[in-house]
């Protein structure tokens, strides 16, 4: 039996502060923030995480993963070392584990300069010390965690600009507190999204040519489409790298483009996982490919011209005449 997913947590970072919003099947149109976190004093964050009952905050900057009370007291803290003075091109990320437990840090060292490669850092969520480190063979930008809904394993997708991205599942921490690592053998493949039940995963091709679906937790190919089944000429048309599961049997696949007068256009399309079948469109009026989000319960989430996450639902309308 799948247990009851726990409301999600989502964060936005505005005025200095990380705001957190609870996304729950009762609340839609603008998400007003449920609780709001100060950082450290000079803390530049990246990326943030907020526990399900809001009482903690787990953020990174560009050298360190800091958790925090709702109060705005230390909890713990990691410095990342060496200190690096390296301003862009590596944004460090971090995720709960789907038990809160564990907090699972990415690093991207080489890009930092630091010495070594990449790493997957996973810190007790309590008290921050280091459970497991593995160590990457990549040269990443940033990177992207996925938390299973059942199992509790975390993937990671690391990107590395025009060299590809890197998948990596991690197993859950036992009692041994040692998880297992488990690369998966592309560098070619984006990893898009979990199915809600978290039976499969979706991947896009890095050269944007096609949509795959796989098998959790192997990631053996169920279902491929390229540019072609959506009825796109591939010389013009991509495959963007957005999109999910809007059910768990219906995923959003984003198809862009140039037109005849060179102005970029986008359009959200539904396949059914099942059979393959692509159906009609989902019309969101958003301004960029990347800012529908599905939540797999035929929910999606955009952002409201202040900031703030917007929930929507629907049924998908027809398809309209492509350009």
């Known amino acids: 039996m799948i247990p009851a997913p726990l409301p999600k947590v989502v964060t936005r ?32 964050v990246v990326a943030s995480v907020v526990r399900h009952d809001l009482e903690r905050v787990v953020y990174t900057t560009l050298n360190k993963v800091v958790c925090l009370t709702r109060v705005g007291d230390l909890v713990w803290a990691s410095d990342f070392e060496p200190h690096s003075d390296v301003r862009h091109g590596h944004r460090p990320g971090c995720a709960l584990s789907l038990d809160g437990r564990t907090v699972w840090v990415y690093r991207p060292d080489a890009m930092a300069g630091r010495a070594g490669g990449d790493q997957w850092v996973v810190h007790d969520a309590e008290t921050g010390v280091i459970l497991a480190r593995r160590e990457l063979e990549t040269v990443g930008h940033g990177a992207f965690h996925f938390v299973h809904p059942v199992d509790g394993s975390v993937y990671l997708d690391i990107g590395e600009g025009q060299d590809g991205s890197v998948i990596v599942r991690g197993s859950a921490v036992g009692a041994d507190g040692e998880p297992e690592f488990v690369p998966f053998p592309w560098s070619d493949r984006c990893l898009i999204d979990l199915a809600p039940s978290g039976r499969q995963f979706m991947t896009v091709d890095h050269d944007q040519t096609d949509v795959a679906f796989h098998t959790h937790p192997d990631g053996d190919v169920l279902l491929t489409l390229p540019v072609e089944a959506f009825g796109y000429d591939p010389e013009t048309c991509f495959v963007e790298w957005s999109g999910g599961y809007l059910t768990d049997d219906t995923a959003v696949v984003t198809l862009g483009g140039e037109s005849e007068d060179e102005e970029e256009w986008f359009r959200h399309h539904l396949v059914d996982v099942r059979t393959g079948t692509v159906g009609g469109e989902l019309t969101v009026d958003v301004s960029n490919p990347y800012a529908l989000v599905p939540l797999g319960d035929g929910s999606w989430l955009t952002d409201s011209a202040d900031g703030h996450p917007v929930r929507w639902s629907g049924a998908p309308q027809p398809s309209s005449p492509r350009a």
């Open 13 to 44: 970072h505005r005025d200095g502060q990380i705001h957190a919003y609870v996304v729950d099947s009762a609340t839609h149109g603008a998400l007003a923030a449920a609780a709001v976190f100060r950082p450290l004093a000079d803390d530049e």
